[in-house]
């Protein structure tokens, strides 16, 4: 397989002579004018965040030089609008958008984070007045998150083990945990869905409690309701399910790969298809879905409108830049949009081939940035 890097207008017409390089010139000039009169760059970014951006809390190399490019500093001399699209979450855009602001060292606007869980705005008018499940992240941050969407009546497995200690006695709540639950008789409030918005800190009691609630429809406590007409058998599934992010490893600042969301997605059905004898169905968002790619592309659209005060007849080409073949890449593919992998984070080139095949692959963010651009000003 072979990538070829498209070499700089200027610097190829440079070689060739002064008349080539004074027609590149103005190639470029009028390339200019054209993004200039239109205010509308032909290309916009996605960008997944850790091992792209950030590895930990820390900025990449050549992440700076990517963002001096968004914000003017390349060859068609406009800004390129970007939003970032992240599985990772387990606060709101908000506070997320003030440490991504400080880390990154450029002041970024709320509508421009897009987290695995951020999807479930779109859903939350159904279980607004429903009692809820949520999974994830410390204390009741998730709580949090799940109320500013519009989820009314938001419960954690802290207050399931704050009412019945004995529901998992292998965890005692610590004083900021208990201080973070609220008091409610889960045997008298039906739990209708479970979502899983960020990472579990504690798998086990997690698994042991979604496993009661789904067996139980809905009333911790209760006697299980599927012994006889197993659940799998009625095909009657009455608590729903939702996992927001999918993925299986993520790369952080430690040496080795992490495991995920995902990995928490496989044990609960391994343990759940051991005590049940079915794996149990679920909705899935976060990359590569199909819905978390559409509801993307949708919120650039409205930033683009946003930004240039009227509707588009069409999108620009939409560039994901990603490091998770199976995540980034996949959906990227699936949407129709060039994708570009990067070498800074999850994928490892000594694994071999990447499972699903980029557009580009680029060593870093900077690169990719670049190839993008050059890409661009080639078919105008």
């Not at 951020?118 to 949520?134: G, R």
């Not at 949090?144 to 709540?173: I, R």
């Amino acid at each position: 397989m072979s990538y070829k890097l498209l070499r700089p207008l200027g610097l190829t017409a440079a070689r060739a002579g002064p008349c080539l390089h004074l027609k590149a010139t103005r190639r470029i000039r009028s390339i200019q004018h054209q993004a200039t009169q239109s205010k509308l760059s032909p290309l916009v970014f996605t960008f997944d965040i850790d091992g792209v951006l950030l590895r930990g809390p820390h900025l990449i190399p050549g992440a700076r030089r990517a963002l001096d490019m968004l914000n003017g500093a390349n060859a068609m001399g406009v800004k390129i609008p970007f939003i970032l699209l992240t599985n990772g979450g387990g606060v709101g855009e908000e506070a997320r958008r003030a440490k991504l602001s400080s880390e990154l060292g450029v002041e970024l606007e709320g509508n421009q984070i897009l987290q695995a869980h951020t999807i479930l705005k779109s859903v939350a008018h159904k279980y607004a007045d429903k009692p809820v499940l949520v999974l994830g992240g410390r204390n009741d941050v998730v709580r949090q998150v799940a109320n500013g969407y519009g989820f009314k009546h938001a419960y954690t497995t802290l207050d399931v083990l704050a009412w019945k200690p004995e529901v998992w006695p292998f965890h005692e709540l610590s004083s900021e945990e208990r201080a973070s639950t609220k008091v409610v008789d889960f045997a008298q409030t039906p739990i209708s869905a479970i979502f899983v918005f960020h990472d579990p800190r504690n798998w086990s009691l997690d698994i042991q409690i979604i496993v009661d609630v789904i067996r139980s429809r809905g009333l911790i406590s209760t006697p299980y309701l599927d012994n006889h007409a197993s659940i799998g058998e009625t095909r009657d599934f009455p608590i729903e399910l939702v996992f927001c992010n999918p993925d299986l490893l993520w790369k952080s600042d430690f040496p080795q790969v992490r495991l995920g969301q995902g990995a928490f997605r496989e044990a609960f059905q391994a343990v759940y298809k051991a005590v049940s004898g079915t794996t149990y169905p679920y909705v899935q968002y976060g990359k590569p879905t199909t819905a978390t790619y559409k509801y993307a592309e949708g919120v650039l659209r409205d930033r683009l409108e946003d930004l240039h005060g009227g509707r588009l007849e069409k999108m620009p080409n939409v560039y994901m830049v990603g490091d998770n073949p199976e995540s980034d890449i996949a959906g990227a593919n699936a949407a129709g949009w060039p994708s570009i992998l990067v070498r800074t984070g999850v994928y490892d080139p000594a694994q071999g081939e990447p499972a699903h095949k980029p557009t580009h692959i680029a060593e870093d963010v900077e690169e990719a940035v670049r190839w993008a651009i050059e890409r661009e000003m080639a078919l105008m």
